[in-house]
């Protein structure tokens, strides 16, 4: 994909979100309105994704550029994988142990004999994020 495409296809998208809350931001600003805009918003982005997808794998084939770019494009998005398997179960689990933590002091402080029972959640929650670290080092695992 040469520059020139890709330029235009980032002035494509960008447009594609600029122009529909330009419209209801001028206009009277109501429900209606603000569905349209959501819609047009989506319906122009995912077209513009869709044509850059194709655009990206499109292109020709290289035989021994393909291979080298291939295995370091797969390490990278291996990392990139690990990353993410880490990252978002730990933001779950925080958001889980916040909720099951307070909700749990607040159960202990009415009564203590359920200390067991709150802990059990609040380890629950924390369990999420060694799934995704566990899931992380099996991935690291295979580059």
Known sequence: MSMTVKIILVVAITVSIIVPFGYYFIGEKNKKRYK????????????????AAVMMFGGEAQAADT?????????????????????????GGGIAVASAASAALGAISEDSSIFGKSLIFAGLAEGVCLYGLIIAFMILGQL
């Open 36 to 51: 349209r805009a959501i819609g047009a918003n989506a319906f122009f982005f995912f077209a513009c994704l869709a044509v």
């Open 67 to 91: 291979a080298a770019n291939a295995a370091s494009m797969a390490t990278g998005l291996g990392y990139i994988a690990a990353a993410l398997a880490v990252g978002i179960p730990c933001i």
